[in-house]
């Protein structure tokens, strides 16, 4: 199985993998969890997918219920034959097969192992690493699994992640000859796969490898923080002794990459201190720095169990940060046609249907902006409960729109709404069928349908 990023699959594997982010960064795990696994299924060869859905997995799991989770263990040696059954046949169906059950309950090792084996079958490391991981999270003393758990992390291009486990291991039997073996041919791995940098070897050679993830970094193709170190590096070391307002930039970038906001927010923040004049892109990148880390204390709140009373708090803090922000570049630039829509989709996040309308009305008259507004007036109208006024909106939006994308899709979504509202459910089951032919589990459509046909109504 060839290995892909985002950008060389569909469009709504990386729609998907954001909406499930947003979620889980509002604790909401279980949707996230619902939202990736027709992902990982439809489309298996993306891995940071897998290792999303595993971490979110093991957060709920974290949380089962006891009786919940020895029941699944009690029914897995049945589950662990049948998968390995398919196996035999079709080692992807297999690695489907595996999704459903660790979705209710991922502590489940026979069948974590089950998974590890299918994926290595199907050529796909990711899927075994990810896993074996999972085991090594809820069950760290099993030395097999971590072992195995080793070469996994090297057949999926993580030499480094495995040679921390030998090592480990190797410092648990100093005197097992095997283990040092596997210790030094790990070491070596590792070398080689971090680009030999710190041993002998061509120094252009290592010039190249590095500035080739530079490159990759910077083209946004890279979302590991290891690699994204090594662009930390070289701008620091640039930095220390040629300062440079677009080096500070692409910096705080990287450290967005490597989830270090407080560094991000101190790049960005001094850049525009260098600017001196008001650039509403970069304040839109301190802002981006800003949230990120009110989301990960939020966030961290939740799993430490902090009162709702303090949760709310520093939801409401997030929230008065972020409308000062939109606020404010909306103010100051008030010909701003992107930042006007910016604080209509704020007022629309607020509930204040009425202001959000009066702002995309203004909007809509903008020709790249014409489309989304409609989209928004038609929603604001549903929201106010005027599916006769929504029609027409959303008609025009999705009238304009070419291309079976998310913002197609997205329209003919609330068109169906309208049309419902209005009576009209074939019109409204024809929208559904549109968008079922394009993405299966797109939202609610399967329930809306089929309460639609049981109704008989279309």
């Known amino acids: 199985m060839e290995r892909k990023t985002f950008s060389q699959v569909q469009i709504y594997v990386r729609e ?14 279980d949707e996230a969890i619902r939202i990736l696994i027709p992902v990982v299924k439809s489309c298996p060869s993306v891995p940071i997918v897998f290792e999303k859905l595993r971490e979110y997995e093991i957060i709920k799991g974290r949380t089962c219920n006891p009786l919940v989770k020895l029941f699944w263990n009690m029914i897995s040696p049945i589950t662990f034959i049948v998968i390995k059954v398919v196996g035999l046949i079709d080692s992807q169906a297999a690695m489907r097969m595996c999704e459903g059950p660790l979705s209710m309950c991922v502590d489940q090792p026979l069948v974590l192992t089950a998974m590890a084996d299918v994926s290595e079958a199907s050529a796909a490391p990711w899927g075994a690493a990810t896993a074996l991981n999972v085991i090594r999270v809820f069950h760290p003393n099993n030395e097999g699994n971590l072992r195995r758990l080793a070469v996994a992390l090297q057949n999926n291009n993580q030499a480094v992640e ?28 590792s070398s080689i796969e971090a680009g030999k940098w710190e041993d002998k070897g061509s120094t252009q050679d290592k010039t190249d490898l590095k500035d080739a993830l530079v490159n990759q970094l910077l083209q946004g193709t890279i979302h590991d923080a290891e690699q994204a170190q090594v662009l930390i590096d070289k701008f620091e070391s640039e930095l220390a002794t040629t300062d440079s307002v677009d080096m500070r930039r692409k910096l705080a970038d990287a450290y967005m990459v490597k989830e270090d906001f407080e560094a991000a927010y101190r790049e960005y923040s001094l850049v525009a201190q260098k600017l001196g004049v008001s650039d509403p892109v970069l304040d839109k ?41 939109v606020v404010g570049r909306a103010t100051e630039f008030p010909n701003d046609i992107q ?26 008259e903008n020709p790249q902006k014409r489309r989304a507004s409609l989209v928004y007036l038609g929603r604001c109208a549903l929201q106010l409960n005027n599916s006769a006024e929504a029609e027409p909106l959303l008609e025009a939006a999705v009238k304009d729109m070419y291309r079976m994308d998310k913002y197609r899709r997205e329209a003919l979504y609330y068109l169906a709404i309208a049309y419902e509202g209005n009576g009209k459910t074939a019109e409204a089951l024809d929208c559904y069928k549109t968008i079922r ?8 459509i399967q329930e809306r349908m089929a309460a639609i046909e049981s109704a008989g109504q279309a």
Do not use: T, W
């Open 285 to 325: 990148q301190i802002e981006r720095a800003g949230l990120a880390r009110f989301d990960r204390d939020i966030a961290a709140m939740r799993e430490q169990g902090s009162s709702e009373e303090d949760i709310a708090a520093a939801i409401e803090q997030r929230n008065a940060y972020h409308e000062e922000r």
């Open 16 to 29: 998907a993998y954001n909406r499930a982010a947003k979620l889980a960064s509002g604790g909401n795990y």
């Open 437 to 444: 032919a394009n993405m299966e589990n797109y939202r609610d």
């Open 339 to 364: 930042l006007q829509f910016d604080l209509g989709e704020l007022r629309f996040e607020q509930n204040r249907f009425e202001e959000a309308k009066a702002i995309f009305e203004s909007v809509c």
């Open 162 to 189: 495995g040679l921390k486990i030998f090592r480990a291991l190797a410092k648990k039997h100093p005197d097992n000859l095997a283990m040092q073996n596997e210790l030094r041919a790990a070491m070596a791995l």
